[in-house]
């Protein structure tokens, strides 16, 4: 099956760079390129593509918006985008993970890690590396939590012992493959937990579902596992 991409990123350069790469992978396809905010919503509306790769800081509607106005839309509920970022820990990462970005891609990022991203994005996986993880969360609950939320509890209360465990290893940064290593399980059994997890806990993605267990204050972010109890 091939992967739809749009790349949204104001310098022109990027963008012929970013779609060189990603045309030298027989499986993804570029259908759309944008020089802003605005016109990377208008194309993605239009075509639907499977991941988009969004710059964050661009003239007319910046990437946070863009990326809000399309994790905002029932209609691209499987559009999934990826933050491209400068630097490894911006500012503005945090109101990305707010806006429903599903994963961050750093602007240097080697050609093969870059279509790997996009594969895995595309299949549900997180692209935020362990130490990202851990590192961007850790910040986001400590500058953007609100106190617990109730319905975030209750909700994860329904999560079953295993899908707990799974959510625990989300939150590390693990892969579906590396979760399945962990659990010594198939790598189809982890992805149907992860699915039940996402449903349970009402969140787009693997992303979210990890902030929003923090924030509910039902992972220590210090141990990276589901708090007993809560």
Request: glycine share 8%; hydrophobic share 45%.
């Amino acid at each position: 099956m091939t992967i739809s991409v749009v790349v949204a990123d104001d310098q022109a350069l990027v963008r012929s760079g970013l779609v060189m790469i990603l045309g030298t992978a027989p499986d993804i396809e570029v259908v759309g390129q944008a020089e802003d905010g605005a016109r990377a919503v208008e194309l993605v509306r239009a075509r639907h593509p499977d991941v988009v790769l969004m710059d964050i800081r661009m003239p007319s509607m910046d990437g946070l918006a863009a990326t809000r106005a399309i994790a905002q839309d029932p209609l691209l509920a499987t559009t999934r985008v990826v933050i491209l970022t400068t630097y490894d820990l911006d500012e503005y990462l945090f109101g990305a993970l707010q806006a429903g970005a599903a994963g961050f891609l750093l602007k240097g990022v080697a050609p093969e890690d870059l279509i790997r991203g996009v594969r895995d994005t595309a299949a549900g996986e997180s692209l935020l590396a362990p130490s990202a993880t851990r590192r961007l969360i850790n910040e986001f609950v400590a500058t953007h939590a609100s106190p617990e939320d109730h319905d975030a509890r209750r909700r994860v209360a329904t999560l079953t012992r295993r899908e707990q465990e799974v959510l625990a290893l989300m939150a590390r940064g693990l892969s579906n493959g590396e979760i399945a290593g962990e659990l010594i399980v198939g790598e189809n059994t982890v992805k149907t937990h992860v699915s039940h997890v996402l449903d349970k806990l009402a969140a787009r993605d693997r992303v979210q579902a990890v902030i929003l267990a923090y924030a509910a204050g039902v992972i220590d972010p210090r141990e990276t596992r589901v708090i007993p109890g809560r």
